[in-house]
């Protein structure tokens, strides 16, 4: 989103400046709230891109809503300049399609918010509605400071104003940043989601399950793990990709080494409750050798299995909580050193 421009007329000859003070009060009279919308709009995108949530920063978004609709309605009664009302004219059409964006595509981004976490594919679509949204604001912007900079120089105007350039570069770098850094995100979140999955079936007993989100995971971590070879830092920043790759190789060596030792327990468990259950259904003076044998040797299996997988377990969550630990204190120290602040 490109900011307009505040008018600094050039040094030119009586008669020129007569039409480009003329031309310029025109201008400065149709942009005079511009300064305050984008102002508000940056404070909308920075706060999102700082990791505030849509819902969290919605009243910002109201806020913004509230300038662009007064704004619209006081530039729409403006005239013409020596008959011509086409700059103002972009700048009402500019100044809609901002509303438009304020009000239907962010307010969007709050609903889609609330379900991205549920899988890969709603954060995937959350992410792009949000990256559709801000070009969108963009190509608003865009078109609105081509408009602009045709009437300057059809009137002979010079337009210089350092805080728009300031806020401009801030947008430009702000996208370049989430950018790579989404791209980033959703390579780990499509394992972090899988990983999800793999412990719920854990949680009840699901052996087939287990499996098939074992091998989803390994699937994912190994495809992971390709896409980050391949990239590069954002200026020379490579923190949030070193970060992904070691949380990607914990849930790699967890479905290789770790999650195998929870099967064999699950299958340990299964095989305990039938012997047990065969075993509970004979008379104590029915029972042969063999059954106490076997019921013994179930309960001696169940037994080891159950320490393996305390002892797993518990290295599990202690390493699992250290490489989560690890990538949000790396995407923190990311984003607060890449994303301009003002």
Known sequence: MKKLSIILLAAFCSAQ??????????????????????????????????????KKVDKTRLDVLKILSDSKTRVSQIGDFNGNTSYRDAVVKYLDLSYSIFN???????????????????????????????????????????????FAADNNINLVDPESDKI????????????????VYLIFFKSYKQEYFLLEAIKTDDVNATE????????????GIGKLKNMVGYNNDASVILACKKILEFYKAEAEKD??????????????DKVKAAFDTKKESDRTQADVDQY????????????????????????????LDDWNKAVETFLDKQVPKN
């Open 296 to 323: 013994n040797d179930a309960v001696n299996s169940y037994n080891d299995a159950i320490g393996k997988l305390n002892t797993t377990s518990e290295k599990l969550n202690t390493d699992r909580g250290k490489y």
């Open 104 to 150: 239907e595509d962010y307010a969007n981004l709050v609903d889609m918010e609330e379900v991205a976490e549920q899988s890969y594919d709603f954060m995937e679509a959350y992410m792009l509605a949000k990256e559709k949204a801000n070009e969108k604001l963009d190509k608003a912007g865009d078109d609105m400071e081509e408009a602009e900079k045709q």
């Open 259 to 272: 999650i195998p030792v929870i099967q064999d327990f699950q299958l340990k468990k299964e095989n305990f």
């Open 168 to 183: 401009s570069e801030n947008l430009r770098i702000s996208n370049l940043v989430y950018d790579h850094y989404n791209e």
């Open 212 to 223: 098939q989100n074992r091998n989803s995971l390994l699937t994912n971590t190994n495809e």
């Open 17 to 54: 400046l007569a039409v480009a003070q003329s031309a310029g009060d025109y201008m400065d009279n149709i942009n005079q709230d511009m300064k305050t919308i984008t102002q508000a709009s940056w404070d909308y995108v920075s706060a999102t891109s700082h990791g505030s949530n849509a």
